[in-house]
């Protein structure tokens, strides 16, 4: 097989590859108190498979802030920063199976590794890099300029070909997910999506999405190296 033939990998972090044991939403409560000036600052919205961005603003906008962008990237670097300070003091885990796959794929030829998340990039690494993950990825699409998830995708999509240096087939390409718009986002590319049932979205809402492969969690080699090797 040759490079080009490669298979690109796209993993989502957050009920994919790790939970943070809510370190994110502890963060996120921080910011808005410290920087907002709130107490106790409303931030009951959906957050599953959302990016940073758009929480951000639906939050800034539940709690009746005006926006602007400078008040928006004082908030987003705060959250980074409350962020390190949370994933410590936070019970959360590495999901079954997700470092031997990494490490297997890494000495696999013909697999290529990169993220699809809605984290915004510092975000992500935070995070990444508390749970020691954060050397298996070389390329990714993060939250940091984008709303929709679909866009996040075209971001990865430029980011893996101008890391890999040559045009990246979609028909090559896989996102692998945990929650409907996951599924959502790889369709607007005609991207095939694995959804794994280790984050918070129902089973229900899950087989409503129709991914094309949906597995309990990432841990059995035979199963996943069967479908990373079927598209
Ligand atoms: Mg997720």
Known sequence: MTANDDRI????????????????????DDTLSAVLKIENPDTDI???????????????????????????????EHYVDELKKWLPQKD??????????????????????????????????AKLAHFNLDHYFAFGGFGDREIKREDIV??????????????VDKDKCLIIGDTPRDVECARAHGIKVLIVTTGFASQKSLLAADPDYLVDDLSDREQIMQILSSF
């Not at 959906?46 to 602007?68: C, F, V």
């Not at 959360?92 to 030829?109: C, E, M, Q, S, T």
Request: proline share 3%.
């Open 9 to 28: 990998l796209f993993f989502d972090i957050d009920g994919t590859l790790i939970h943070s044991g809510a370190a994110g939403s502890a963060a996120l």
């Open 154 to 167: 075209a971001e990865g999509l430029r980011d893996a070909t101008s890391s890999l240096g040559r045009y």
């Open 46 to 76: 959906d957050y599953g498979g959302r990016t940073d961005l758009g929480i951000m603003r639906e939050l800034m906008e539940l709690n009746k802030i005006k926006y602007s962008s400078s008040l928006e990237k004082k908030l987003l």
């Open 92 to 125: 959360g885990k590495v999901l079954p199976g997700v470092v031997a796959l990494l490490d297997h794929l890494r000495d696999l030829p013909g697999f290529q590794s990169g993220l699809i998340t809605g984290n915004i990039r510092p975000g992500a690494f």
